[in-house]
């Protein structure tokens, strides 16, 4: 906190949108339970937003075009707020009363933020504000103490560049070999050209649009029997998981998501959401089901579901300890789903299709190029160009989704490196614990998970001690 100061240049942070949108949306309690707490935060909104404006000392021209577009939108937060009152039959009128003054008195001082941040802040960042870049040193603070790992971020960046290499050279084998069957007589380009035409051919095996979201229902059965049949993991039948569709407070930031119960909820159900493909244009809704094609729309229902994010969360919230499940460790959690999506082929989900592998190198190698990305663009001083024609040509991205990735290396630090850091660490502890003999994956799953969502580097402590 007093190193990094982000509050002095983040105006982002400053945002009550989604804390209000929980609260508003907790379907566990009756809306007028809802809206009491809610009355209470309403008071303290405009000294918040004051204390925030003058906190903001070098703000960067990215964070804060960010906090103009997210604190217009937590705008129609307030007005749910407001529509929710004429529902909320058992509210004393008082508290009504008191709402509709208090939201009154906070849009006033949120349109005082925004119009702030765009009259003011937005001209000074433009000319000296701090550069969105961290820096080496800051970065690897940063690094040290959001990972925990024993890698540095210059350590983990090393080992992205020498995987990106060994899953381009597997690529290339497969490319060989599937060429004629997808290409027939064509000849084949040189080196990696060749791979992003087979992929772009093969992607286009995928679901129609209407059926995304049926798509994935019927997956989870099958992902399921896999992991019993092969013995990878006990998932309790008690703890079922829910696919729905995303509910339309939470749409429009990532396809797929999951939505686990707290430590205060244990016997809450888990919620795979899944957006389905309306609100696309045709171009669009194609273009997204290209990317999520028939092999990479089961990769990521290995990573979000079973026995990926899911079935992990199951396990970290029968930890006792509270502080885990609260300030649960990204690498361990985004690394174990990572590391799925890799046990469930090398154990024969998908036949051991070459198909099926080639894909599942280029999902892999998104997480490797996150890695390389977030340390070059904060370590380093990697420009826009190159970063999108790395995320193009060696990621084999499209260029919608190469352009989102670099806005999200310029406005977040650190995250990114979470995937294959995480990955890197439990992979290495596996075949580590292979070695020593008495080696058996369903147990080493279990015991694994059995830590909670703590740090790999503890986790691989606690399981090599003698
Ligand atoms: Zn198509
Ligand atoms: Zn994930």
């Known amino acids: 906190i007093d190193t990094l100061r982000e ?7 400053y945002n009550l949108g989604e804390h209000l949108d929980q609260l508003l949306n907790n379907k566990e309690l009756p809306l007028s339970k809802r809206l009491e707490p809610i009355a209470a935060k309403l008071k303290h909104i405009p000294q918040y937003y004051a204390t925030g404006l003058a906190n903001l000392k070098k703000p960067t021209k990215e964070h804060t075009e960010l906090a103009i577009q997210q604190v217009k939108g937590s705008l129609a937060v307030f007005q749910m707020i407001e529509d929710s009152l ?10 009504a009363e008191e709402i509709r003054n208090g939201l009154k008195e906070c849009r006033g001082e949120v349109n005082h933020y925004i119009k702030q941040l765009e009259t003011v802040v937005l001209p000074k960042a433009k000319t000296e504000g701090r550069s969105f870049r961290l820096g080496k040193e800051l970065h690897a603070q940063k690094f040290a103490y959001d990972i925990v790992s024993d890698y540095t971020a210059e350590g983990i960046y090393q080992e992205a560049l020498k995987h990106k ?7 290339l084998k497969l490319t060989d070999q599937l060429w004629s069957k997808y290409m027939g007589n064509k000849p084949k380009p040189e080196g990696l050209k060749a791979v992003k035409e087979l992929i772009t051919k093969i992607s286009e095996k995928h679901v129609k649009r209407d059926e995304f979201v049926s798509a994935i229902k019927a997956q989870i059965p099958e992902l399921t029997r896999f992991v019993e049949e092969k013995k990878l993991l006990y998932l309790d039948p008690k703890k079922p998981l829910v696919v729905r569709e995303t509910p339309l407070y939470m749409r ?8 686990s119960p707290g430590p205060y909820e244990k016997n809450g159900n888990t919620y795979y959401n899944v957006t389905p ?7 669009q809704a194609e273009s997204y089901l290209r990317e999520y094609n028939h092999y990479i729309l089961q990769i990521l229902n290995i990573h979000e579901a079973i026995p990926g994010h899911y079935a992990q969360l199951v396990y970290s919230n029968q930890s006792p300890s509270l502080i885990k499940s609260i300030f649960g460790n990204g690498a361990m ?24 592998w080639l894909m599942y190198y280029k999902w892999n190698l998104r997480a490797t190029l996150n890695t390389i990305l977030d340390y070059s663009v904060h370590a380093g001083n990697l420009s826009e160009t190159d970063a999108l024609r790395m995320l193009m040509e060696e990621g084999f991205q499209e260029e919608a989704e190469a352009k989102g990735k670099w806005r999200r290396a310029t406005l977040t630090q650190v995250q990114l490196c979470s995937y294959f850091t995480g990955f890197k660490e439990i992979y290495n502890l596996r075949e580590e614990l292979k070695k020593k003999g008495n080696f058996n994956l369903k147990n080493f799953h279990e015991t694994f998970l059995s830590y909670g969502s703590s740090p790999v580097k503890y986790i691989r402590l606690l399981m090599t001690k003698q």
Not at 86 to 95: E, L, M, Q
Not at 333 to 356: K, Q
């Open 7 to 13: 509050y002095e240049w983040n105006p982002a942070m």
């Open 86 to 95: 004429k529902k909320a039959v058992s509210v004393s009128p008082d508290v």
């Open 165 to 171: 290499a060994y899953l381009h050279g597997e690529m």
């Open 252 to 259: 429009g930031v990532a396809g797929a998501s999951i939505s």
């Open 277 to 283: 493909l309306d609100d696309m244009t045709p171009e």
């Open 333 to 356: 959690i985004e690394g174990w789903a990572v590391y799925t999506e890799r046990m469930m082929l090398e154990e024969g989900y998908g036949n051991h299709e070459p198909e099926m």
